[in-house]
């Protein structure tokens, strides 16, 4: 048994893998699909696109509208028909650009057929624009755009590259089937990512609880013949898969409260960004398809499917068999961080990871109780902070206490909620606090800026400083 | 299209819940409960029911009546406090005394603060105590385990040994008295609670296996008791009285093992609940060695349970990333 994790808290839900079995099925092309002009961090992307343009399967429908933004490809070929707000899961409106399906063209120079590429192209800087060009986004949760983390800022170096096959979600599967099912690929998108960085070791993690996939993994390494690569077996441990975490869990090094994974040598990304990369670098492939898992007790069609991106939710549920009678959440993502869907009309995202049945049973939320001081809060938080403490000044509004205990690092797993047994909604009062907090450091900070900007003048006028030391 | 439920993450709970902590807490005392039925007899049933019932019988009253909240019978928390408060008894209590604990252990040290997760001091042991200055008498005749000895009635070991000490023997000639194997096994007059040594470790690592507390608090105290009473006994052997005596008498593995433990009056972090347990062992030896009352452990508790906001404040877990 692997003794790889990460050095503090974490919970144990049960793993819950029931589709794991299912092999990665194509999804028939939807009628229509939306795609949502921003579903990265970062800038919203721009439509480079007019309504009633013809568009093939991976043409750039927007461009990045930041540095750190992404471009955005037709999933389809067909006809756009509108580019208007439309609801998201929750029911907000954001801006999508829709696309009428008419046949499957691809755009030229894409290439659509199974073999392995395993050549890698010479050039780095090469291989990061076409990364860029497609449109890669990281795909294990925050979709950061994969070229900004793969051009660290000038001083950091990199010593190490972490794919993260954790998937320490309970339920979610989609990982497993494509470390099983694309495992070449994934080794490949691997190597071209440790070669990015300077030819820097790479470690693939998988949790234990995914033997096949370790094997698979380790056998196709060693059948490729690269050397720099291996596999880590990690121990199960939620939140294992976020990326400080993982860090610390194949590094032993911890990144400090608010700074990059490059402060520490790491770069981390996760098994379907690899194979992302792999489809982007080797194939011309850019990201328009992803591959999710539509699972939970109460769905009796478990599936792990490759979806066009923009694909509405409710026509993935519908292909499999529609809603089961007695769910009454529908989760995108996993139970743990993953979202509630309220409205299922909504379109699938790049980073899109499962659909998730969830029952009254087994989602309904006890009444609180009194908090007993128990402290599994603060044992389960991966972060040492304390929840218990927090949600106290939190109550009481106290900013300043919040900052002092840290509740800005808070990443948001969901441990000190799950694991207390007063079922205190800790997380929802901690997660406003830190937004709460979040806001008052940035407005610190541009309070201290616009301070430097004014001090800054050089003609230096004697009355205008008086004038501003008061 | 049915209505979906939409909740901020997380979308799923662990099974524990403090109902489920607090019922393994009763099951970690069962096996001291029926040791005490075997060395005590009905009578100490009738105790632990009428404490237990009591106990319960208030929470209830009191959230339903006074407070007009819903009642937190269902948590089991007032069960425990009962169990402990009966365990902390001698058998030959009268009943009235044990319900009077109980108004005071409920009612004035739980409820008043609040209730579950509210009180500063442990319930059971405050209304312990108050017994303890109320009632001297009850409190400190301890009845012997029928049939093992004659005398119906007698003082603890403790007790007698601050008594011999005080008539001028040595504890060397006092401790003769008492071999350990009766001490681990109960055969000796004292509360039901401090009768089987070996009962209460096995509730002990039950709940430590459980994983509903951790063994720091308890080892803490265990090892300041064995060191404290090591370093004295090493420099006066006649006036002193040595480590595993110590270890093995006058309710101290109940209170390190089910009083200290306690979430609610216990320091949150590692090293609050350490220096909190060296706290409890070093009062606890000072108590017994010099002070007035033969036994310290329940003062010990109470005294440290009062500085754990303090503990709370000075001591806090590493954070990730952090100096």
Known sequence: MSKHTFSIGGVHP???????????????????????????????????????????????????????????????????????????????????????????????????????????????KAIIEKIRLAGVVGLGGATFPTHVKLSPPPGSKCEMIIINGCECEPYLTSDFR????????????????????????????????????????????????????????????????????????VMHRQVGSGALPISVGAVVQNVGTALAVYDAVQKNKPLIDNVLSVTGECFPRQANIRFRVGTPISYIIDCLGGMPADAVKVISGGPMMGRAISNLDAAT??????????????????????CIRCGKCADACPMGLEPFLLIRHARLGNLEALEQNAVQDCIECGCCLYSCPARIPLLDHIRQAKGAVLGAIRARAAAAKAATEAAKPAPVIPSAVEESKK | ???????????????????????????????????????????????????????????????????????????????????????????????????TGAVVAIGVAKLTFGGIGQNIWNPALVGRVFLLVSFPTYMTTWGAP???????????????IQEGLLSGASVQDLTAAYN???????????????????????????LCIRKVIKPWITLSIFATVALTALIFWGINPDRFTGPLFNLLTGGLILGACFMATDYVTSPMSLWGGVVFGVGIGFLTMMIRYFGSYPEGVSFAILIMNSVVPLLNMWFHQKKFGRK
């Open chain 1, 14 to 124: 049960h793993d819950s893998k029931i589709s794991r079995e299912c092999a990665i099925e194509q999804l028939p092309l939807p009628p229509s699909v939306y795609l949502q002009l921003s579903q990265h961090i970062g800038a919203p992307a721009k439509p480079i696109v007019a309504v009633g343009d013809k568009v093939k399967v991976g043409q750039p429908i927007a461009e990045p509208g930041g540095f750190v933004s992404a471009f955005i490809h037709s999933s389809v070929s067909g006809t756009v028909k509108s580019i208007a707000p439309r609801p998201d899961l929750a029911g907000n409106p954001q801006m999508c650009i829709e696309i009428a399906v008419e046949g499957d063209e691809w755009a030229d120079g894409i290439d659509t057929s199974d073999t392995l590429v395993t050549d890698l192209p010479e050039d780095n």
């Open chain 1, 178 to 249: 494509v470390l099983l099912e694309k495992g070449e690929q994934v080794v490949v998108g691997a190597a071209i990512l440790s070669k990015v960085m300077g030819g820097v070791p790479c470690t693939i993690a998988i949790e234990v609880n995914k033997p096949e996939a370790i094997a698979h993994i380790n056998e196709v390494i060693a059948r490729l013949g690269y050397a720099g690569i291996s596999v880590m077996p990690m121990k199960m441990r939620y939140p294992q898969g976020s990326e400080k975490q993982l860090i610390d869990a």
């Open chain 1, 349 to 370: 995202l790049k980073g899109t990871s499962a659909i998730l049945f969830l029952t009254e049973k087994q989602t309904r939320r006890a009444p609180e109780g009194n």
């Open chain 2, 1 to 99: 299209m049915s209505k979906l439920l939409v909740s901020p993450s997380p979308h799923i709970h662990s099974k524990d819940s403090t109902r489920s902590l607090m019922l393994d807490v009763v099951i970690a005392l069962i096996p001291a409960a029926i040791c005490s039925f075997v060395f005590y007899g009905w009578r100490e049933v009738l105790l632990m029911a009428v404490s237990v019932a009591s106990c319960v019988l208030l929470e209830w009253a009191v959230t339903r009546f006074m407070l007009k909240k819903p009642s937190t019978i269902g948590d089991f928390s007032a069960v425990i406090t009962g169990m402990l408060l009966a365990l902390n008894l001698p058998y030959t209590t009268p009943l009235w005394v044990v319900v």
């Open chain 2, 146 to 160: 029928a049939g093992v000895v004659d005398a119906v009635s007698g003082p603890t070991p403790l007790g007698a």
């Open chain 2, 180 to 206: 350990y194997k009766d001490l681990l096994f109960a055969n000796l007059g004292g509360s039901a609670g401090e009768a089987c040594a070996l009962a209460l470790l096995a509730g002990f690592v039950y």
